[in-house]
């Protein structure tokens, strides 16, 4: 059942299907499906919903989760028109797996569509709702055609209580990956985020790594935390008609850094200055330097378990290459 801190809005979407302007480097994929949105998981570092929000669901305030009962029958239309199966996004901006989709089972039907046009399928999800699929996703996976992405931050339960306060203990997630792998359905972690000075602690990211790898992760894809926001980036687009919203730099990230900064106050106070310091724009010097030094760390960490760092298809592209020349 949905969360009892979201209530569920009901909604006809315009569309279900979000184009990507070039395949993405990370996902090797030209389309966002997203059957919900926002997302009762509630972790702090959430960028979907104020990025990414349907021009329908605009009023829909961020305790509400937005179903779109329409998604199946818009996304089996849109699939219709294409001349050659698409790789797809399945829950790229809100958890496809939130406990909403127990109800509702959009996910389950969207994934249906996609696999009976042979789309090769990146799900993203924190949830071992998933695992009700995998009657679906070992028999793409199998076929090359569908793969897991379980996302993970941090192991440490004093952090993933106020980053993730709503979303399934990181052992479990981990222990997920695994039950995966088990049952044929190829599947790995984004780490993501990694924090400056509250995730990133060598002995931490070791441990994080070591699990994964004894957890049968095929493959670790880190992200660090998207310290843009603070800074005054201009909106570069605005929502289309008829398509979900593309995201819009400026404010909406503002808004991110404001929600942040508000539950880092209450919880690590004695950190803001430090981030409110590497966030600015005058300090992108210190701030690139930072995400070299862990992604050197997580290579090399990788390297050591022989967890890839990128996604076991081909063309993928690995985090090993410098961030500053691929991720701004
Ligand atoms: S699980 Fe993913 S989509 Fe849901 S709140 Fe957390 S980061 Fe956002």
């Known amino acids: 059942m949905p969360n ?3 209530r569920c809005e009901f909604f006809q979407a315009r569309s279900v299907w979000k184009a990507m302007p070039q395949m993405h480097p990370l996902y090797m994929s030209q389309a966002f499906v997203d059957p919900y949105v926002n997302c009762a998981f509630g972790c702090v570092y959430c960028y979907g919903f104020n990025r990414f929000m349907p021009v329908e669901a605009e009023e829909l305030s961020d305790s509400r989760v937005g179903v779109k009962t329409n998604a199946p029958f818009l996304l089996a239309q849109h699939l219709k028109t294409l001349s050659s199966p698409v790789p797809v996004v399945l829950g790229g901006v809100s958890d496809p797996y939130q406990p909403a989709e127990e109800q509702f089972c ?6 249906e569509l996609l696999i009976d046009a042979h789309c090769p399928i990146v799900l993203n999800t924190k949830s071992a709702l998933v695992l009700r699929d995998v009657d679906l996703l070992a028999p ?5 055609l569908a793969l897991v992405n379980i996302s993970v931050s941090t192991m440490k339960r004093s952090l993933s209580d106020w980053l993730e306060p709503l979303a399934p203990p990181p052992i479990d997630r ?3 990956i695994k039950k995966l792998s088990r049952r044929g359905v190829l599947s790995g972690a984004v780490i993501a985020p990694v924090f400056p000075r509250l995730t990133d602690h060598p002995v931490d990211l070791r441990l994080l790594i070591r699990t994964l790898a004894k957890h049968e992760a095929a ?3 880190p992200s660090s935390l998207w310290l843009t926001a603070a800074r005054s980036v201009k909106p570069e687009t605005s929502p289309e008609s008829g398509q979900d919203a593309t995201p819009a730099h400026g404010s909406d990230e503002a808004l991110f850094w404001k929600g942040f900064e508000a539950v880092l106050s ?3 106070p004695e950190l803001v200055p430090y981030y409110e310091r590497l966030a600015g724009v005058e300090n992108e010097v210190e701030y690139m330097e930072w995400r070299r ?3 050197a760390l997580l290579t090399e960490l990788c390297a ?6 990128n996604l076991p298809v081909d063309g993928a592209f690995s985090f090993s290459m410098l961030p500053e020349t691929v991720l701004k």
């Open 106 to 111: 959009l996910t389950r039907r969207c994934l």
């Open 293 to 295: 030094n862990v992604w």
């Open 4 to 6: 009892a801190h979201h």
């Open 304 to 309: 050591q378990y022989h967890l890839p760092m």
């Open 266 to 268: 209450q919880n690590r």
């Open 174 to 176: 981990l222990a997920l």
């Open 140 to 144: 793409a996976s199998e076929k090359g």
């Open 219 to 221: 493959y670790a894809l």
